[in-house]
């Protein structure tokens, strides 16, 4: 889990987001977080007390003069990997920014030393009042973090910035925060998902990548500092904060935006189940009269181009196999001139298409090996880790 052993304190204010809260809780403790909860008067004119509790399974904290903990201030802030303020009122944004202590949340924030991260909700009027902003750009300048707020229909009524970010992406920027910055100088470029090559202007040759290996890539080399290139298929996943996203439809988009980006990179990682055919597109839709014969002719090999490249950068691609997995994935290293190559096995139905675990195989020119059901992410873990030794190296 990304945030295992990790300690956070969850502070939660008096506004309305103060219900995604809730959800922002259950993610940090899914990912493996020990989180705990201190609540302002104001925020339990919203969610009880008991909610986070049960929750996080432990006591919620409330006061600053509480007779059974007088240090409570003291110790969650010194024990806090992190303090994450969510929602973040404007009102307790100016207390902090002005060193107002007057409740735990404000005090045990004036005694922390570990990273602060907010999330503003409000109304969009006081959000865009010159006060809150000069309070927020005070807070950034002294190293503060922040996430949002959206745009989006308010609780008020109005529609403007003002809403919380939503629950999964503070929990994103959290693992962010907390990451080793291990691969800060290196620049990565990551395809994924599938391809589509038309037929006709309503059906395509397509196959079943969802694009979750590669966005987990993406992902997990953003956390930890690399800057990243995505470079997808048609796909339904969210795009990734702080990663450059460039869409294509077909096998020729995407070896185009490939060959005009990888001179700014270090490594590629062809994690896109590029099509291997396609045929000549019809302009009006075919009617189902009989049988169809078609001419498929094969797409570019966009991976065996960037290995004939005079100054190429790391290269890993993917093999997906249904038989001899070890011997393709040998082949495919050689013959493409790759530095890694990632072996999955299409009969296991754990992993693949669709699926959010893998059980790969690292291929190397000095061996393999085989790793165990994980993670898309963990396996992404894996995969860049070697991409690190072959950066450090070179």
Not at 22 to 32: A, I, N, P, S, T
Not at 83 to 103: R, V, Y
Not at 385 to 392: C, F, N, S
Request: proline content about 5%; glycine content about 8%; charged content about 25%.
């Amino acid at each position: 889990m990304s945030l295992k052993g990790k300690r956070i304190t969850l502070g939660v204010t008096g506004g309305i987001g103060a219900y995604k809260a809730v959800e922002v809780l259950r993610l940090l403790v899914k990912e493996g977080a020990c989180v705990t909860v201190v609540m302002t008067r104001g925020a339990e004119q919203f969610v009880t007390p008991l909610t986070f509790s049960t929750l996080s399974g432990g006591r919620v904290y409330r006061e600053v003069f509480d007779p059974h903990d007088p240090l409570s201030h003291i110790t969650l802030a010194q024990e806090a990997d992190l303090i994450l303020i969510a929602p973040a009122t404007a009102n307790t944004i100016g207390k902090i920014a002005s060193g107002i202590a007057d409740n735990l949340l404000t005090t045990l924030v004036m005694a922390a030393s570990c990273p602060v991260l907010m999330a503003p909700a409000m109304n969009t009027r006081m959000y865009e009042n010159s006060i809150v902003q000069r309070n927020i750009k005070a807070l950034q300048s002294l190293g503060y973090h922040f996430i949002g707020p959206e745009e989006g229909e308010l609780a008020c009524g109005y529609t403007g910035r003002g809403r919380m970010s939503e629950p999964e992406e503070i929990k994103e920027m959290v693992v962010d925060i907390l990451t080793s910055k291990d691969l800060e100088g290196l620049r990565v470029l990551v395809t994924a998902g599938p391809t589509r090559e038309f037929i006709d202007p309503v059906r395509f040759i397509s196959n079943p990548s969802t694009g979750k290996m590669g966005f987990a890539i993406a992902r997990v080399a953003k956390r930890r500092g690399a800057s990243v290139i995505l470079v997808t298929g048609p796909t339904s996943l969210k795009p990734i904060r702080g990663v450059e996203t460039i869409h294509v439809e077909g096998a020729f988009d995407m070896r185009e935006k490939v060959l005009e980006r990888v001179g700014e990179v270090d490594a590629v990682i062809m994690a896109a189940a590029v099509g291997d055919f396609y045929t000549e597109r019809m302009e009006r839709k075919i009617k189902r009269e009989g049988q169809l014969t078609l001419c498929l002719k094969p797409t570019p090999d966009i991976l065996k181009e960037l290995g004939n490249l005079r100054e190429r950068p790391i290269l890993v691609g993917f093999a997906a196999e249904t038989e001899d997995l070890l011997k393709g994935a040998r082949r495919k290293l050689v013959e493409k001139g790759l530095d890694l190559v990632v072996a999955n096995d299409l009969r296991d139905p754990d992993s693949g298409f669709g699926k959010d675990t893998n059980r790969v195989i690292i291929v190397e020119r000095e061996g393999e090996e085989e790793l165990p059901l994980l993670s898309k992410e963990e396996v992404a873990w894996r995969i860049l880790d070697r991409v690190r030794t072959l950066w450090k190296r070179d």
